[in-house]
């Protein structure tokens, strides 16, 4: 190891430690960040050839080299830095990777071995900084501190979390059937995973971005320098499979994840959704606090490897450190490829020489970006062996073509499309191989091509399987309280935003149901009609009240225009005949709304409707059931002095409860829906929820009976600090 000047640039995530790294770099003559993502060293490609002349910034990864012939800057995945290059200025991101159980042998030899000229900088986690201490450089420390504060709000169902919040999974499976459950609750989420090109990274971060959708279902891949504005992160799960076997993350681990939330000034929270186990107390502690575990040893392997012959490579490969800090990495998987195809070497024609073995080692390296079938991954690494050491000495267009047309498919759902992809990434490594192929430019040209068409056609399938974009739309106009822009289209047909919601049929919606669709997204449906189109509304109603193109037909209906208002039915004589108004979609937003109650004004007269019902369930418990009751012009004469408060909250207010005194017992009289003449006298619940609609009636709401508004809450408040059996809450 050089004595070298290296400074650790060291502390929690979102303290710009790579911010820092891309401006020293910047102001050397010659630079290198190694990045322990290809989705990293490209994003930070793009921001640096905004800033300085193209020419002189390099991007190096396995799937993708642009390397300009006068090229001063180099954006590398660590695996890709090209340790041959005498550049002034070198640093490796998230450096605490040297402890990764499947590529940390990379980090530490890159730690170990490179150096920048003039100055080598290491950024991460503090939890690194006893390790670096063991290198024999002339070492400056920066401990870099996070401006905002992380606060841990435990569990949360997915359907109570708040916007601009990334829910973590650890397996494609888990991202997607979390996707699918904000789809159906929130109206969609967009994804982000390492597997993911860059393209399609980048358009799902920007649907994300952009205020599309306002979740986020993410591997770790977001803990490693992926930024975003999130103000919270829950986990799913606190387990990962590390290429051995199934693990607790430890706490360094949730942090790096945890603390993406919150950027710069802005405070972040991190949780638990779903079936996540706990967080324990002190561990809460060492995450708020950003104190973790140090790091003691990290993994190695050895890079001065002995190719004479197999036997030589495969002691070279087990041979152990000197130092007591350097552990000898589990088997990877380049090593349980070459162990394969060195037990038969005459099978796979392989001479037991230096130059074959160093050409196989390299084939052996070739990452196995499918993952689903190991058999697939050794025939390509063998078939690559076998052109590379043939008489041409490279894999021919011919198979090139072949491998390629297989993929050039946009057919199928995302399972397919990812596959497809994964295997094109495969080819793209081969490509960009040097002299492993004909007509190299044009293979490395196509493969991209061919990556970011099957990308697009993914961001396409993703959104269009994990985003109900007029769900998404509607439902966050009505989480901030937006104006939307209706427009009646040929006096029927009602738009919202540009999202076609259903026809307004006389005085009657029709929503547009999607086949499978769930109470949420016809809630946010009904919510934004009602916002949406009550000034259509009213107007209607005037033009009836006024006898406008009212006519009665042959089928005893009132008709208004061309559709039905009221029908006509038998009355104490042919003079006097009762007639019945269309409520029954009062009844069916009460349902979809989970109520006791609605109240609503009428129309052709002066008419107002309240409709109760309920049948005893574990939100109300204990209360005795109303059947089903339509009350017409329902007034109420009379009130006792006895009053007994209880919590409420109504559609017209979301998410807020609030302790509301009520009499106990009152006198009603009131019309049923077919005219008769109710008087009555109803105490408890029933009393109550009357109470309560018919201050609907009136223009009122709760919190115009409330006494003492230190008792008005959020939901989630109330369900946490209020909430007991014995209540009795309404909404």
Not at 464 to 474: E, G
Request: net charge neutral.
């Amino acid at each position: 190891m050089k004595n070298n000047k290296i400074t650790a640039v060291l502390g929690p995530t979102n303290t710009g430690k790579t911010y820092l790294a891309i401006e020293t770099m910047l102001s050397f003559e010659s630079g290198m960040i190694g990045f322990p993502l290809r989705l990293l060293a490209r994003e930070v490609y793009d921001k640096i050839i905004k800033k300085i002349d193209l020419t002189k910034v390099a991007l190096i990864t396995g799937e993708e080299k642009i390397i300009p012939s006068n090229a001063k800057y180099y954006l590398c995945t660590v695996e890709s830095m090209p340790i041959d290059k005498n550049l002034e200025f070198v640093a490796i991101d998230e450096i605490q990777m040297c402890f990764d159980f499947e590529r940390g042998h990379i980090f530490t030899d890159r730690l170990l071995n490179l150096r920048g000229e003039k100055l080598t900088m290491l950024l991460g986690s503090s939890t690194m900084k006893k390790i670096i201490s063991n290198l024999n450089d002339d070492i400056e420390f920066i401990n870099k501190e996070r401006l905002s504060k992380l606060t841990y709000v435990g569990h949360k169902k997915i359907s109570r979390i708040d916007r601009k919040s990334a829910i973590i999974a650890f397996s494609t499976e888990e991202v997607y059937a979390i996707a699918e459950l904000i789809r159906r609750q929130k109206g969609g989420a967009a994804i982000v995973m390492g597997s993911l090109s860059p393209k399609t990274r980048n358009a799902q971060v920007a649907l994300y971005q952009s205020g599309d959708v306002d979740f986020l279902v993410a591997t770790d891949a977001i803990g490693m320098g992926i930024n975003m504005d999130l103000d919270h992160v829950f986990f799913s799960n606190l387990k990962k499979f590390d290429g051995k076997k199934l693990r607790k993350l430890n706490s360094s681990e949730i942090g790096q994840i945890a603390g993406r939330a919150g950027r710069y000034l802005n405070d972040g929270s991190f949780g638990i959704t779903g079936d996540c186990s706990e967080i324990n107390s002190e561990e809460v502690e060492s995450l708020e606090t950003h104190k973790f575990e140090e790091i003691r040893t990290i993994f190695w392997r050895n890079p001065n490897l002995n190719f004479n012959n197999a036997n030589s490579l495969l002691i070279s490969l087990d041979e152990k450190p000197n130092e007591e800090w350097l552990r000898r990495i589990h088997e990877c998987e380049d090593e349980k490829v070459l162990k394969h195809f060195l037990k038969d070497l005459d099978k796979y024609k392989i001479k037991n020489n230096s130059k074959e073995l160093v050409l196989l080692w390299e084939c052996c390296q070739i990452p196995d970006f499918v993952k689903k079938t190991y058999g697939h991954h050794l025939e390509v690494v063998s078939k690559v062996f076998e052109f590379l050491t043939s008489s041409k000495g490279q894999i021919t267009n011919t198979y090139m073509k072949e491998q390629l047309s297989y993929l050039d498919k946009l057919d199928g759902n995302v399972d397919s499309i990812s596959n497809r992809i994964a295997n094109v990434r495969t080819w793209s490594y081969v490509s960009n191989k040097v002299n492993w192929v004909e007509n190299q430019d044009y293979w490395v040209e196509r493969t991209k091509s061919l990556e970011d068409k099957l990308s697009d056609r993914l961001h396409e399938e993703l959104t269009k399987s994990f985003i109900d974009k007029r769900a998404s739309i509607l439902a966050r106009g009505l989480k901030q309280d937006a104006l939307f822009n209706t427009k009646i289209i040929d006096n029927r047909k009602v738009v919202i935003d540009d999202q076609f919601i259903g026809e307004l049929k006389g005085l009657k919606l029709d929503l547009d149901l999607k086949v499978g669709a769930l109470d949420t997204d016809i809630k946010s449906l009904k919510k934004a009609a009602r916002q949406s189109i009550n000034p259509e509304l009213q107007n209607r109603i005037k033009k009836i009240i006024n006898n406008d193109l009212i006519e009665l037909k042959e089928d005893f209906k009132i008709y208004w225009g061309e559709f039905p208002i009221a029908k006509l039915l038998p009355g104490k004589d042919y003079l006097n005949p009762e007639f019945n108004l269309f409520i029954d979609d009062m009844i069916e937003t009460m349902d979809h709304e989970g109520g006791v109650g609605l109240a609503a004004p009428q129309v052709n007269r002066s008419v107002q409707i309240v409709v109760l019902e309920y049948t005893e369930n574990a939100r109300y418990p204990g209360e005795i059931s109303i059947p089903l009751t339509v009350l017409v012009n329902p007034v109420l004469s009379g009130y006792s002095k006895e009053t007994k408060e209880g919590w409420e909250s109504c559609l017209s207010l979301v998410d807020f409860r609030g302790l509301v005194p009520r009499s106990t017992t009152i006198t009603l009289n009131a019309y049923d829906r077919h005219g008769k003449k109710i008087q009555k006298t109803v105490s408890g619940f029933e009393a109550v929820v009357l109470q309560h609609e018919i201050d609907h009636l009136q223009g009122l709401v709760f919190l115009d009976r409330m006494k003492d508004f230190t008792k008005l809450s959020y939901q989630e408040e109330f369900d946490k600090f209020w909430v007991k059996k014995e209540d009795s809450t309404l909404s």
